[in-house]
């Protein structure tokens, strides 16, 4: 109900005038000392990534929109920081009639009095166990959070069956409910569970202590609400922290390179070059609103056993997952890579096996739509995560438009002596000052691509007669599809010179020889491209 009256006032440059209302000329390019703790650094920033201006402390953790920040500040209800806010603005506001449940709620303060005004009679008379009992009731009454105000009654008095009087509920328990942008998941702290279908059994049950009768799918969706409202993203958080606690020497990012041992003939600066571009990817996407992309995937090439998955646990501290495989045309295989901060493709090789054009268009998408389980319809998520890849084979490339997403670099070894030793939180200090201060691209420039094209030169795959029949025939296709086609023509579209490698190759993958009025051939599947059947 009151989302509409939230979102025209949901905007950085509102809240700006709402913090300089209380704290004037404090806010400097949108940060200052945080005013809900002492703060020798400004820590509390304010931000809009796309849904509306929150504010956060990385300090002391503190975060929330325009609303809540004067809930905090005034120490009022959500109504009185709604009309402030409207105030302060000098915008008019209209709200409905409300009508509250404050007959229907006990007052707790009276109640408290009143066994403690029993409990001192029955001391002075003497009545210890009595006064005991007394003193056990005022005591339950004191710590109990049921008896709740709603926002929302109908007409007996009775709480609407509606998000904000659950929302009442949470906050009377001290229960945070957000949305992680990170893992697309709701999460819920203040429970003793963590389980999230036992948290919702946890929910439900304080629910009808409290006289709010919904059942656990209707809290489920609740819950979805409130926490859209409460979003938080622990990496865009790190990375703001590592930005201002960054000591200013620039040396991390250099350290990490010398650790990272290449062959001789590779350029070094080649190897900065890319480590340093796919950090500021890393290091942007957190923050993407729908609008970015990375560029590269940052893929070590070299020997089994010489550390490579272990480098990208060291390297990234939080939200990282090792092992994946991606496969575009599978949506559950999609979700398990876009959940992470740094998703590393395990094996590049076998990835590569997969659609390579759906591949392509995957790897520099700016958002990803798909349905949760259990969800109603799609959703669009803005894409967080980069992508990291390791390989063994030499040659693994094979599409040449799409080669150069693939940022390769040839790995003899990786000194663990330097990693162990790297301070990771300056590592990532040190990138995000090259991204916010420097505006160093996070895209290769010309020079810097024709280097990496010509580079991965070494990488791509040499095309032998066994690929190309398994690339330009359709092998998924139906039986009856299948016709004979002589040798000669086969040679002279798929540019065979070898008619002894051919035939090993076709027989490999099902095809059968016959002769057709004195000429060689094969029964075989369609080509892959129509335009060889029609010549």
Not at 352 to 358: F, I, T, V
Not at 476 to 491: G, L, R
């Amino acid at each position: 109900m009151f989302k509409t009256y939230i979102q025209e006032i949901n905007n950085i440059k509102d809240l700006e005038s709402v913090i300089n209302y209380y704290y004037p000329n404090q806010l400097k390019r949108n940060k200052m000392s945080c005013p809900f703790h002492k703060d020798k650094t400004p820590s509390f920033s304010i931000v809009d990534k796309g849904n509306g201006a929150f504010y956060k402390c990385f300090s002391c953790n503190e975060g929330g929109d325009i609303i809540k920040f004067i809930q905090k500040i005034e120490n009022i209800p959500f109504i009185q920081a709604l009309q402030k806010a409207y105030e302060i603005l000098n915008k008019p506001l209209n709200l409905p009639n409300i009508k509250t449940n404050t007959s229907k709620s006990l007052n707790k303060e009276n109640l408290v009095n009143f066994y403690n005004n029993e409990y001192q009679k029955h001391l002075q008379e003497g009545d210890l166990d009595k006064a005991f009992e007394l003193s056990c009731k005022s005591d339950e009454v004191t710590n109990k959070k049921y008896n709740i105000i709603y926002p929302f009654v109908n007409k007996k008095g009775e709480p609407m069956k509606i998000w904000d009087n659950l929302n009442e509920i949470l906050k009377a328990n001290n229960i945070q409910v957000y949305y992680n942008e990170i893992t697309k998941d709701v999460e819920i702290d203040g429970l003793d569970v963590s389980n999230g279908d036992n948290q919702l059994v946890e929910i439900h049950s304080l629910c009808s202590k409290c006289g709010f009768n919904v059942n656990l799918h209707m809290i489920d969706k609740f819950i979805g609400i409130i926490a859209e409202s409460n979003p938080k993203n622990p990496v865009a958080d790190y990375l703001s922290e590592a930005y201002m606690n960054f000591d200013g020497n620039y040396e991390y990012i250099q350290k990490l390179c010398d650790a990272i041992i290449t062959p001789k003939d590779y350029s070094p600066i080649l190897k900065k070059t890319l480590i340093t571009k796919w950090l500021i990817n890393t290091a942007m996407i957190p923050f993407n609103d729908g609008t970015k992309n990375i560029e590269g995937i940052l893929t070590l090439q070299g020997n089994q056993g010489i550390g490579k998955t272990r480098l990208i646990k060291k390297l990234i501290p939080i939200y990282v997952k090792t092992g994946l495989e991606l496969d575009p045309s599978d949506k559950d295989k999609v979700y398990q890579c876009i959940k992470y901060w740094v998703a590393e493709l395990g094996e590049l090789d076998s990835t590569l096996k997969r659609d390579l054009a759906k591949l392509k268009a995957f790897i520099t998408e700016s958002s990803d739509e798909f349905r949760r389980p259990y969800a109603m319809k799609p959703m669009v998520y803005p894409r967080r995560t980069s992508f990291y890849a390791t390989v063994n084979n030499g040659d693994f490339l094979k599409d040449d438009t799409g080669n150069r997403r693939y940022w390769v670099i040839p790995v003899e070894k990786i000194d663990f002596n330097i990693i162990d030793n790297l301070d990771i939180n300056m590592l990532w200090g040190e990138v995000m000052h090259l991204k916010e201060d420097y505006n160093i691209k996070h895209y290769l420039e010309k020079d810097e691509l024709e280097l990496l094209n010509s580079s991965n030169e070494d990488f791509k795959i040499t095309l032998n007669v066994e690929l190309i029949v398994e690339r330009e025939f359709d092998w998924e296709s139906d039986k009856s599809n299948w016709k004979w086609k002589p040798t000669a023509d086969i040679c002279s579209k798929l540019n065979i010179n070898s008619t002894s490698s051919l035939k090993t190759s076709l027989f490999k993958y099902g095809a059968q020889y016959k002769k057709s009025n004195g000429r060689r051939g094969y029964i075989t599947p369609p080509y892959k491209c129509p335009l060889f059947d029609a010549m």
